[in-house]
C-alpha cells in the first residue's frame, strides 16, 4: 500500500478541474515553450488515491550495459483507443486538447501514467521523440497529483538546469513547441523525505 499525506492547500470536496486562463507561459530557446498552472486540479489527492488502487502498475526492466536494471519508478500507459482507468482523465484530456486545439491542431489522445514512489523514483535527461515528437512540434500535458517533486529542464545536448518547476496536488505543465526535440527534461532524485507522486502525460497521437 503506497500512502500519500494530503496537502492542506488541496481539501476541495469535490475533484474538478479549473480554468486554463491563468496560464503562464515560459518562453525557451529554439521555438520551446513551457506552460505551468499551479493547483489546477482541486482535490487531487482523491485522484491520487484512486489511480494507486485501480491502475495496474508495472515495474519494467532495461538493459544498461551488461545488466538489467530496474527502471526507478511503476508505469502503466493507455493508447488513444484503450479505456482510461479514471472517468476523470477523459475530462482532464479532453479540456486541454480543446484548449490546445488551436495551437496544436490535433487532440490529445493517449495517456502515460508514471508513480514514483519516493525520492529514490526518478526518470534521467531525456525527450519524447519516439515516434513524431522526433521531428515535428507537439504537446506533452503532465498533470501531477501527490507529493511535489521536481520537473528540471535543459537545452537539448547537456549543460546545467536552466528552468525548474515544483509539481504536485493538482499542478499542470505543458512541454510545447520543439521542446522535445531541443529540450530535455527529468525527474531527478531526491535525498530528502518525499512521498508519492503520480504524473498524468497526455500526448497526441504518434507521440510518445
Not at 521555438?31 to 515495474?59: C, I, K, N
Not at 515544483?166 to 529540450?183: A, E, K, P, Y
Request: hydrophobic share 35%; proline share 7%.
Amino acid at each position: 500500500m503506497i500512502g500519500l499525506q494530503g496537502s492542506i492547500f488541496d481539501l476541495a470536496e469535490e475533484c474538478a478541474p479549473g480554468p486554463l486562463d491563468g496560464m503562464q507561459r515560459t518562453e525557451l530557446t529554439r521555438g520551446a515553450w513551457v506552460d505551468h498552472l499551479p493547483g489546477w486540479l482541486q482535490g487531487s489527492d482523491q485522484l491520487f488515491d484512486r489511480l494507486v488502487e485501480v491502475v495496474p502498475w508495472h515495474a519494467e526492466e532495461r538493459q544498461m550495459y551488461d545488466n538489467v536494471v530496474a527502471v526507478p519508478r511503476l508505469t502503466k500507459y493507455y493508447g488513444s483507443r484503450e479505456t482510461l482507468p479514471d472517468p476523470l482523465l477523459d475530462d482532464l484530456r479532453d479540456r486541454l486538447s480543446a484548449h490546445y486545439l488551436p495551437e496544436l491542431g490535433e487532440p490529445l489522445t493517449s495517456a502515460g501514467l508514471c508513480l514514483y514512489r519516493d525520492g529514490a523514483d526518478s526518470v534521467a535527461w531525456h525527450g519524447d521523440t519516439i515516434g513524431r515528437g522526433s521531428t515535428h512540434d507537439t504537446i506533452v500535458a503532465i498533470v501531477s497529483v501527490g507529493a511535489a517533486r521536481t520537473l528540471a529542464l535543459r537545452p537539448r545536448g547537456g549543460g546545467p538546469t536552466a528552468h525548474r518547476f515544483s509539481l504536485g496536488h493538482g499542478d499542470l505543465v505543458v512541454m510545447g513547441g520543439s521542446c522535445q526535440r531541443t529540450w530535455e527534461h527529468a525527474i531527478p532524485k531526491s535525498t530528502s523525505a518525499t512521498g508519492p507522486r503520480i504524473s498524468i502525460q497526455f500526448r497526441p497521437r504518434g507521440v510518445r
